[in-house]
C-alpha cells in the first residue's frame, strides 16, 4: 500500500473547472492502476476516471467529454482535470490506488466498460477532497 494525499478541491459555480491532485508517498514498482472516485451521501462510492502504469485510461459515461485524467510519474502524482462543472458533480473525490500487473487493468473492459472503475480493486486510498458546485 501507499499512501495518497489529495487537493485541490474546492466550492466553484457551474460551467468553472478544477483541477485535482493526489501525491503518492511512492511510486508503485511492476505496475499499477489508480484514479478517481466520488462520493455521495447515500450513493456510495463511484468511479470516476482511472489509468494505468501505461496511461490507459478510462471514465465514468457522465464525465466522459468534460474530465481528464493524468499522471506525472516524475513526481508520484496523479490529476484529474474538471472542466464545465455541474451541481451533479459535487461530492468527496478519493484518490485510489492498486497494484496491478501491467496490462490487467485495461484487461479488465472486457468484463464490462466500468470493470476498471470499481472500487474494491484499489487497496490504498487518500482522506478525500470535496467539491461543490453551486449557483
Known amino acids: 500500500q501507499v499512501r495518497l494525499v489529495e487537493s485541490g478541491g474546492g466550492a466553484v459555480q457551474p460551467g468553472d473547472s478544477l483541477k485535482l491532485s493526489c501525491v503518492s508517498s511512492?511510486?508503485?514498482?511492476?505496475?499499477?492502476?489508480m484514479g478517481w472516485f466520488r462520493e455521495v451521501p447515500g450513493k456510495g462510492r463511484m468511479g470516476i476516471a482511472v489509468?494505468?502504469?501505461?496511461?490507459?485510461?478510462t471514465y465514468a459515461d457522465s464525465v466522459e467529454d468534460r474530465f481528464t485524467v493524468s499522471q506525472d510519474n516524475a513526481k508520484n502524482t496523479l490529476y484529474l482535470q474538471m472542466k464545465n462543472l455541474g451541481p451533479e458533480d459535487s461530492g468527496i473525490y478519493y484518490c485510489?490506488?492498486?497494484?496491478?500487473?501491467?496490462?490487467?487493468?485495461?484487461?479488465?473492459?472486457?468484463?464490462?466498460?466500468?470493470?476498471?472503475?470499481?472500487?474494491?480493486?484499489?487497496?490504498?486510498w487518500g482522506q478525500g477532497t470535496q467539491v461543490s458546485v453551486s449557483d
Open positions: 485510489g490506488a492498486a497494484s496491478l500487473a501491467p496490462g490487467r487493468l485495461r484487461s479488465m473492459v472486457d468484463l464490462s466498460k466500468r470493470c476498471p472503475l470499481v472500487g474494491r480493486w484499489y487497496d490504498s
Open positions: 489509468i494505468d502504469d501505461d496511461d490507459w485510461a
Open positions: 511512492r511510486r508503485i514498482e511492476g505496475g499499477h492502476g
